[in-house]
């Protein structure tokens, strides 16, 4: 009997991404599984069930959940979910282990075999399947367009009768994925562009997109390309070079994080009220807690003249193609271990191995299995 893989409908307020889009579910199909989809689970993201009529059985979340052997989501179940799936399942998803123990601890007492898509390792090998990445160039997107409409002025040079309009200066903390995608978004859009990165490899990608790089003289580069925490002294010497930057500019963006952990705080209070009035401040971050001292996740407002906006669920406000980068990244990352409808899960594979959160009853995640104690 082939195996069961399954789409609910997204469940958490806002989110308007669905695990798999028509194509990728047919794709799926055609390796001999068998596909179920809730009924209404792509509209918000505009594919409608007829869409995925092809290949799969469009059912409703009862039978979805008591049929399905693998079952797809973008964001993690809530405890009533997890009681829904079946033991001994297969759950793949944007988990947040840290944030949601209670929901670690049930999955692991069902015996689901879970994945945190956020946990696949960032090897050579691994970048179709990398989540964080995908959904990051949708949000440095995003947040660049954002910038545009909230700063107080144009972001291009204007050459109009009534004189010159000089272009908007842009500051973007971070030169990750979604750092550089709004890098090259605020480019395109004409503003003058500086960026800082406290990993000095990130100066070639920051420069080749037309930014100039801001040196602090700080390297905190860590494994797997993420950034370490700095010190009291590495951040005060960041935060005297960066105030300079800040003051001077119509918008900055910060894009700042380290996985599993609050955002580091980088714009402080006194810099932002030295800024000019009308300038405004966009914090990719806010999720985790945000880059800026002064943000408020969720909220857009003034203090001191600056706009702040800590915008939440960025990938959601484009939903049809971060839905569609986010199911290439699933499709990628199981496809190969399908075979003539069955699924085999190879535990010497590194990706395997390494995403894996819950699996044969215990917590396999360790730094999880840490927190649960």
Known sequence: MPVRMAVPKETVS???????????????????????????????????????????????????????????????????????????????????????????????????????????????????????????????????????????????????????????????????????????TCRRLGAMVEAYDIRPAARQEIESLGAKMIDTGVNAAAEGGYARELTAEERQKQADVLAKHVAAANAVITTAAIPGRAAPKIVTTTMVENMKRGAVIIDLAAESGGNCELTRPGETYEHNGVVIDGPLNIPSNFPAPASEMYAKNLFNFLSPMIKDGSLNLDWNDEVIAKSALTHGGKIVHEPTSKLVG
């Not at 794709?27 to 069930?49: C, H, N, Q, T």
């Not at 007829?50 to 039978?63: C, E, I, N, W």
């Not at 090897?123 to 990398?130: C, E, L, V, Y």
């Not at 990051?136 to 040079?157: D, E, N, Q, W």
């Open 14 to 184: 806002g989110e308007r991404r669905v695990a798999l889009d028509p194509t990728m579910a047919e794709r799926f199909a055609k390796l001999g599984v068998e596909m179920l989809i809730e009924k209404g689970a792509g509209a918000s993201a505009f594919f409608g069930d007829d869409l995925y009529a092809k290949g799969s059985r469009l059912v409703d979340h009862q039978t979805l959940c008591a049929e399905a052997d693998v079952v797809f989501k973008v964001q993690g179940p809530t405890l009533e979910e997890v009681e829904l799936l079946k033991d001994g399942s297969i759950l793949l998803a944007v988990l947040a282990p840290h944030r949601n123990l209670d929901v670690v601890k049930r999955l692991r007492d069902k015996n689901i075999t879970s994945f945190a898509m956020e946990l696949i390792p960032r090897i050579s090998r691994a970048q179709s399947m990398d989540v964080l990445s995908s959904q990051a160039a949708v949000a440095g997107y995003f947040v660049a367009l954002r910038a545009a409409v909230l700063a107080s002025g144009f972001f291009p040079m204007l050459t109009t009768a009534a004189g010159t309009i000089r272009p908007s200066k842009v500051v973007i903390v971070g030169a990750g994925v979604a750092g550089l995608q709004a890098i090259a």
